[in-house]
């Protein structure tokens, strides 16, 4: 089935999307769950380009780096409609976009499938047969300010990329940027016009899965603006063993030049270059490139124009210097010109070169540097933002003020008498911005210049030395988020570019600190476990959500850890509670030591989680020994009965935390044997399965083990821990059905007791499939109370029921769980004093780790393993 093409003998001849078939056999796109032919992604966006319809219309596309956005972008390019890509990302700015063009068709996400909303048959615009593409000029904040694009523009610029950078078709490029953004757009459009793969994701690079996927998909290639190098320099990428990487990109603002030639030296000892380049919307993506070669000798230089294209300096007034002016670009890929309504979308060629608004020189070796700039537009958190636009939208609301950037931060200076408690919200909200990158500086009069225009350069001055007025809405005090990870993770050491596992965060701190940032952000991302805290702080404030959700293992601690309890009072009779927690402690494994980084963090991340679980558990026990008759002895103090008994009566009231400790240390001690280490990170699914395959001969006798009267030894049970970890690691589709099926075989016969079997088995589906569940607030903070403290609960809920359970069970059941929780705030506060006590007068070291004498908040099934 061949691609539907245009019907106009008007489009350009060969929009993007047409020419797949020439490349059928080959490897598309790439997802964590897919990987997708040529043949079948024609074959796909053939169906779109259909659904589309033969008539051209407006088409908005919500972007988003999936499979379902490039097909119909991809489909709606080959039908000759032209595309309004939208940031998918962004809700506002989508219904800010449709509002302002109408669009005729409306493509997004809806839920877990994408919709076609066709909103009228025909058009209700005047289309330029021209036109292709609209892209905002300030990234993702929505602007109606649009860049009008030709069919011709998208494949000059795709081909001039793809002839610089040498793109192979043996070339794997990630999605680092999103797709809304010209320059991840470009990454897409070079690759696919060269039949390479791309390799859809929209994880971070801090996020071990994202390399994860990268090194299983042979990846060549990845783009990054300068945060992304910053991130990079976080998670020692210079460590990383990545043998297919042929190139690096870097675009989207300045790069220090000592990163520059850092990451270009690395590249020569590793064998990958780096290239710098430099572009913008209105030019499609790319308008100049630094040769490799040239990194190390001119780091602050943009390089030379692209193939095909040609710059130039034009003088400006009050810039002596004959080697510098505004930079000037020319060639195939300059824009059609603006849009600003919808009677622009019938306008041809406006524009004929590009001023960049750039000030720049010329070097003697011919190549050109950026030394200021011009216009107006700045850069926050990568995204474009028109400072003109915000202060003339202010004054349209009666404000007076002028903006600034410093500090990757959106400063808006405001003249007093105006009430500022909302003006930062107004801001972040237009842009596209969270309000915690918005500052409010309130002056008495705005700085001038002697002509009466705003002075800008005193503007940023005071942005510098002023801090937010009262009542300015500072973000930061109600979500400072480095505050939070600094208390709750007992790390006042924390900065911008630690995350939740770079700091030793595991479930013994998962539980609170998943719920006080959901309460912070509204809303968590996936793998914000591995995100570092500039980039939570940076993504833009969430929609009202509907329907709450909760964390699947948070709501199943707490479920586990009720039928525990409840069981053992006999209020009722459903076992397998400590069952499925041991496969959500194997499934929690796979999360945090092993998303840390090299051998050593993840062994001193292990010992520390075995610390924290064992040394108050030990000293809880030789309590009751000293203060009690209870039959506890040493060996429990010791946490020794599960290895060398007696394992009978209550001296077993422990075997669970024994079980959960042994394993942790075995794996500690094979994990630190360098070949295995590399091994488990180089096929993560397949040593869990393995090891899954061979505790499974033990759980059913082939590999025969001592059972040592009738109860289970930790061996036996290892299984369930190996079950669990091989989900956390499941990432593609067939990887999650593979352990669903050995799931359903496994439990359906582990025991007579149905209830048993279903607490487990849909348990541990539950962790494959569905990574949260609909929920209430009340629900929400519930489950969280009870999973934190359910380590507490466990351990002391032996000394509380036998005191009640005469007069109801119900209520000796209720009991156990306060008093766990109440025993679990003190611990809470025990670790804090202790911590500082033990901490010296003076901050940390950033690379420190300190192992707790009492866990902050603890969790009976841990994450850390």
Known sequence: MKPHRPTHPDIGPRPLGCDLLTHADRIALITQRDTISYGELARRV??????????????????????????????????????????????????????????????????????????????????????????????????????????????????????????????????TLPMHYCYGLSVINSHLIKGAGVILTD???????????????????????????????????????LPHLRYVTQAGGRLAPDQVQRYAELGRERGWDLYLMYGQTEATARMAYLPPGMAVTHPGAIGVAIPGGSLRLEPVDGVASPDSGELVYTGPNVMLGYAEQPADLALGRTVHELRTGDLARRTAEGIYEIVGRRSRFAKVFGLRIDLERIEAGLAADGVTACCAVRDDQLIVVVQEGHHCSDIDRLVAGRCGLPVRCVRLVLVSELPRLSSGKPDYRAVGALAGATQPPDGAGDASAPTDLRALYAEILDRPDASD???????????????????????????????????????????????????????????????????????????????????????????????????????????????????????????????????????????????????????????????????YIYILLALALVMAIPAIDRCVRRFPFAVPVTLLGVALTVRYGLIPVSPMHHMATPVQVFWLFALGWAAGKAALARQRWLVTAITVAAVLNYDSERLQVAVVGVGVLLLVWAPTLPSSVMLRRIAGTVAGASLWIYVTHWHVYPMLDHYSRYLALVASLVVGVLYGGVVQRLTARLSRLRRPASEPAADSVPVAAFPRTVVLNDRSG
Do not use: C
């Open 46 to 175: 053939a169906r779109a380009a259909r659904r589309l319809g033969g008539g051209r219309r407006l088409v908005l596309i919500a972007g988003a780096n999936e499979v379902e956005s490039v097909v119909a972008y991809l489909g709606a390019l080959a039908a000759g409609h032209p595309v309004l890509l939208a940031p998918g990302d962004n809700p506002a700015a989508v219904e800010t976009l449709t509002a302002t063009y109408d669009p005729d068709v409306v493509v997004r996400r809806a839920g877990r499938r994408w919709r076609y909303e066709q909103r009228r048959a025909g058009s209700a615009h005047v289309l330029h047969p021209d036109l292709a593409l609209l892209l905002s000029t300030s990234g993702s904040t929505g602007s109606p300010k649009l860049v009008r694009l030709s069919h011709d523009n998208l494949r000059a610029n795709a081909e001039a990329i793809a002839t610089y950078l040498d793109i192979r078709v043996t070339d794997r490029a990630a999605t």
């Open 497 to 659: 570019d630690d995350s939740f596992v770079s700091l030793g965060g595991d479930s013994l701190s998962y539980v609170e600190m998943s719920v006080r940032l959901e309460e912070a952000l509204g809303g968590l991302p996936a793998g914000w476990q591995a995100m570092p805290i500039r980039e939570l702080s940076a993504r833009p404030d969430p929609p009202p959500v509907r329907r709450q959700r909760v964390d699947t293992t948070v709501l199943l601690r707490a479920i586990s850890i009720v039928l525990i309890v409840g069981s053992h009072i006999h209020a009722f009779t459903i076992h397998g509670g400590a069952h499925l927690l041991l496969a959500v402690a194997g499934f929690n494994f796979a999360r945090f030591p092993l998303a840390a980084g090299d051998r050593r963090e993840r062994i001193r991340h292990i010992a520390t989680t075995v610390a924290r679980v064992a040394v108050p558990t030990s000293i809880f026990v030789a309590a009751v020994v000293l203060l009690t008759d209870y039959s506890y002895t040493w060996k429990n103090v010791a946490l020794l009965n599960e290895a060398i008994g007696p394992r009978l009566g209550d001296e077993r009231n422990l075997w669970f935390i024994e079980t």
């Open 203 to 241: 994880r971070s690079v801090a996020d071990p899965s994202f390399w994860e996927l990268f090194g299983r998909a042979n990846g060549t290639t990845f783009a990054g603006v300068p945060y992304t190098f910053t991130l990079l320099d976080r998670i020692r990428f210079e460590t990383m063993r």
